[in-house]
């Protein structure tokens, strides 16, 4: 079992960029994929974007593809997310995630942590 430690978050005007860290403290991230997800009030949480383990492989849901990047740092031990082009309708908390291979399946034992809030607003 693994706590991930979510920050980063914040107020942003519309086209704006954050960029959301997530770290493991006292574990380490390289051997597995994370990925990141959201919640928005009323809705389920999604997940929107994960990071293979070892071979670099990403994946993006369609509604963030092509403004958010995932990224990880095995040095430090922490992925990232970069967020730009920001719209209203990313406003949510964010959280990452140990997952399965190349899914949004997360590890059973695992829990959510606190996550981060962003909000987009003018």
């Known amino acids: 079992q693994v706590q991930l430690v979510e920050s980063g978050g914040g107020l942003v005007h519309p086209g704006g960029s954050l960029r959301l860290s997530c770290g493991a403290p006292?574990?380490?991230?390289?051997?597995?994929?994370i990925a990141w997800f959201r919640q928005s009030p009323g809705q389920e949480r999604e997940g929107i974007s994960w990071?293979?383990?070892?071979?670099?492989?990403?994946y993006y849901i369609d509604s963030v593809k092509g403004r958010f990047t995932i990224s990880r740092d095995k040095i430090k031990n922490e992925v990232y997310l970069q967020m730009n082009n920001l719209k209203p309708e990313d406003t949510a908390v964010y959280y990452c995630?140990?997952?399965?291979?190349?899914?949004?399946?997360?590890?059973?034992?695992?829990?959510w942590g606190q996550g981060t809030q962003v909000t987009v607003s003018s």
């Open positions: 990071i293979g383990s070892n071979d670099g492989s990403t």
């Open positions: 006292g574990s380490t991230l390289d051997y597995y994929a």
């Open positions: 995630m140990r997952v399965l291979h190349e899914t949004f399946t997360k590890y059973e034992y695992d829990q």
